[in-house]
């Protein structure tokens, strides 16, 4: 803690006017961060309530408690609300907001107007989603494959299917301010190799945003369309090829995948940086393996298709840039791990987060490698080993790195301090009901129970059992942070401008910052996590 | 740059004019670099049915207008002239002829849609929009003569794999459509902010950054027009 006395700025952003239209028309973009975050957690605990309801389900063999077509409307409605609404804009839209001009030192993003639009488009898809969700629900999946979204399903496809369409407008603008801001915003001195690494992961992040979604955005237009007029792309009655719609969806929906976890990557470095008092063990590596995984990531759909009459040359190419992939990948874990090595580590919550996304997506990305065998992945696919994959990397990974920027980056945000043991504590239980509720799902898909179903032979019903209760201590431990971070809101203790005895020039500036971020345009003349030579605060 | 920081245009989180200026080009650049991949679904797709039923779709092209649609092509890159001509005024400061420019652009953008419509309106008669009512009648040009007509099923496939050709054809000029009507819309509104005097030789890029969305446009129908109407010609 800084010695200095700690106090709550008398004019910050959170001050600059009350009313519902300071926040409803505000351009700052600190508060639209604000926005985001409420609108995220509200649909993050709406594709958790479905989350609910399908371990409800499984923890019995028979398929009693919601019937088979219930079951595929909870499994869908669950994967489109955490992907498109929560998950891809849960960084980048809230931390990324909130941080991308405060840490080059600029006053707002270059384009503000279009970063509010951005939220609207945002809650105006979610709100075609949710009421596609009241009408009844969609069962397509969330992949929506053809020919059954466009002929055979009976349920609000075109809905969902336009909020996913106009919400991925949000997310485009989104990656273009940010692609903007870095490129023209930066304070002086402020050079591309000294800028902190979470930029870095949100510039990759927002070129796959860029170049992916309007690719999705075409694609679900293509569904709509040839169901709505029974125009024909993907019909094979008509000549047409489902497997096409396999390829154009997961040339956005694989790179999604780095959309969401190269933000929490980003967070991850800056954590281990600030909470190891060192610079981050080959920045350049770390910053380049960004830049990698976002392009690598545009070459790798392909392995999504090993078992949908793709050609075995293709999944042979597709199978070997998969594994290229994690190249970049476990550069970032060394490195993280390196820095750590020698450091003086502080064991503060946000610190259990980072260690947390380290393991976790370690066995998400290790596992990753088997499914991107082409002969191990028929085994696999389309059992719960897939469903256990990717949730160690969206939830152990994402959720972990954004839960752990939230508490590093919350005293910035809000000004005050959170309790640190209930912090630990539930950064505790997430850790080991994530484990209970995803491990087993491992070796439920390698036994071979398939995924989206709701019933299961009975010998499989002690693993689900398991995975059940570790999804109930992992609901618990999501709503503990809700309660202290919404009641250090205002009961919290002052936390001053740098809590953290961190180095970045958000630590600079007060807590909350004021409207224009600086109370004097930074001029930047060292590199970043320059614990070496900044830092003279003692702890 | 201190002496333009009190730019009325000048918005509060840029230092200068300049930067302002290179922000908001560089946001059009990245935007037009997602419509690249917006439409670059469509060609894939385009390419990949045209690959596997060439047939189907040179039959199926022959069935469009090619005088209205190089009518048409002409209409728009004339707008495209006038499109730069206006940003050429913009940056010369000349009011007048930036509103005449931006006048005649709304015109040819708008002939160009009646024509489409035109187009649309002849489909529509000949039962070419696809779904339950589509009709399609295969003509064995005269040039094929020692071709024999081919088994029912065979003319029944081709017919199958037209549709997909119309399909390609209305939504890939559908979007291009809605895109004009968007540009439509933006001149409009800098036809609103040249009237108003926004604009000056000082401060002209949202005309620059319009007129760069405009030629976009007009690219992509450069694509369009050869790929859609113009397959196959050579054969009769």
């Known amino acids: ?539 | 740059m201190p002496d333009v920081t009190h730019h009325p245009a000048l918005a509060h989180q840029f230092d200068s004019l300049a930067q302002q200026s290179e922000a908001t080009t560089l946001g059009m650049w990245v935007f037009l670099v997602t419509e690249v991949l917006f439409f670059g679904g469509l060609f894939a797709t385009y390419a990949i049915y045209r690959g596997w039923y060439p047939d189907a779709f040179a039959a199926a092209s022959h069935e469009l207008d090619v005088t209205l649609g190089a009518i048409n092509t002409a209409v728009l890159i004339t707008s495209s002239l006038t499109m730069a001509l206006a940003v050429h005024a913009a940056q010369l400061g000349q009011r007048k002829a930036l509103m005449v420019f931006l006048a005649v652009t709304m015109i040819l953008g708008a002939a160009f849609l009646g024509i489409k419509s035109v187009e649309y309106y002849h489909k529509f008669v000949e039962h070419h929009i696809p779904g339950p009512s589509f009709q399609f009648e295969i003509r064995i040009s005269p040039n094929d003569g020692g071709n024999p007509p081919g088994k029912l099923a065979d003319v029944e496939l081709l017919k199958a794999h037209v549709q997909i050709f119309f399909s390609l054809y209305f939504v890939m000029t559908g979007l291009h459509a809605v895109h004009m009507v968007i540009g439509i819309g933006i001149m409009l509104v800098m036809l609103w902010l040249a009237w108003r005097g926004t604009i000056t030789d000082e401060y002209y890029s949202p005309i620059e950054i319009s007129g760069l969305y405009w030629h976009f446009v007009d690219i992509v129908w450069i694509f369009l027009f050869p790929l859609l109407y113009l397959i196959g010609r050579h054969a009769h």
């Not at chain 1, 107007?113 to 629900?137: E, H, R, V």
């Not at chain 1, 000294?194 to 694609?219: C, D, E, H, N, Q």
């Open chain 1, 1 to 539: 803690m800084s010695t200095g006395t700690v106090f709550m700025p008398p004019r910050h952003y959170l001050n600059d006017g009350y009313g519902i239209r300071s926040w409803l028309l505000t351009r700052d973009h600190k508060r639209i961060a604000l926005l985001y975050l409420a609108a995220v957690t509200l649909f993050f605990f709406v594709g958790g309530a479905f989350a609910v309801l399908i371990r409800l389900e499984l923890a019995t063999p028979a398929g009693d408690f919601v019937s088979d077509e219930t079951y595929n409307k909870l499994f869908t409605m669950h994967g489109v609300m955490m992907v498109f609404f929560f998950l891809i804009p849960s960084i980048p839209a809230t931390l990324g907001n909130f941080l991308v001009p405060i840490m080059i030192g600029a006053k707002d993003l270059a384009l503000p107007k279009l970063n509010l639009a951005s939220w609207y488009i945002y809650i105006l898809g979610g709100l075609f989603t949710l009421y596609a969700l009241i009408a009844g629900g969609v069962d397509t999946g969330w992949t929506f494959y053809t020919p059954f979204s466009t002929v055979s399903s009976t349920t609000n496809v075109i809905p969902t299917a336009l909020g996913i369409f106009i919400t991925g407008f949000s997310s485009i603008l989104t990656g273009l301010n940010f692609i903007v801001t870095i490129h023209r915003m930066r304070a002086p001195g402020m050079t591309w190799f000294r800028m902190p690494l979470f930029l870095w992961s949100m510039y990759a992040t927002s070129l796959i945003m860029v170049l992916g979604t309007p690719v999705l955005a075409i694609t679900i237009l293509l569904v709509a369309v040839e169901r709505l007029f029974h125009f024909g792309f993907f019909d094979p009655r008509l000549g047409g090829d489902p497997v096409l719609f396999q390829h154009l969806f997961w040339f956005y929906s694989h790179p999604a995948v780095y959309i969401m976890v190269l933000p929490s990557m980003g967070v991850v470095s800056e954590l281990v940086a600030a909470f190891c008092r060192k610079q981050v063990f080959g920045y350049g590596f770390v910053a380049f393996a960004s830049v990698a995984i976002a392009v690598l990531g545009f070459l790798v759909w392909g392995h999504h298709m090993f078992v949908a009459g793709q050609s075995v040359y293709s999944a042979l190419i597709f199978s070997a840039l998969s594994f290229l992939v994690a190249i970049p990948s476990a550069v970032k874990v060394f490195n993280w791990t390196a820095t750590m090595y020698r450091g003086s580590v502080s064991w503060q919550t946000p610190m259990l987060y980072a260690i947390g996304f380290i393991g976790l997506f370690t066995i998400g990305g290790l596992t990753g490698l088997f499914l991107a065998s082409v002969g191990l992945d028929v085994h696999v696919t389309d059992t719960y080993f897939i469903i256990a994959h990717f949730h160690y990397i969206m939830v152990g990974g994402t959720l972990m790195g954004y839960l752990g920027g939230l508490h590093y980056w919350w005293p910035k945000i809000s000004g005050r301090l959170y309790n640190e043991f209930l912090a630990k504590l539930s950064a505790g239980i997430i850790f080991l009901g994530f484990n209970l509720t995803f491990f087993p799902q491992f070796i439920l898909g390698y036994l071979g129970m398939p995924r989206r179903y709701h019933a299961y032979p009975p010998e499989f019903q002690v693993l689900n059992v398991l995975s059940s209760a570790g999804a109930s201590i992992l609901g618990v431990g999501y709503l503990i942070p809700m309660l202290y971070l919404m009641w250090s809101l205002r009961y919290g203790k002052l936390a001053g401008s740098n809590p953290w005895g961190a180095v970045g020039l958000e630590w600079t500036t007060t807590s909350p910052p004021p409207t224009e971020n600086f109370a004097e345009s930074p001029v930047v003349t060292w590199d970043a996590y320059d614990y070496q030579t900044t830092v003279t605060v003692e702890s």
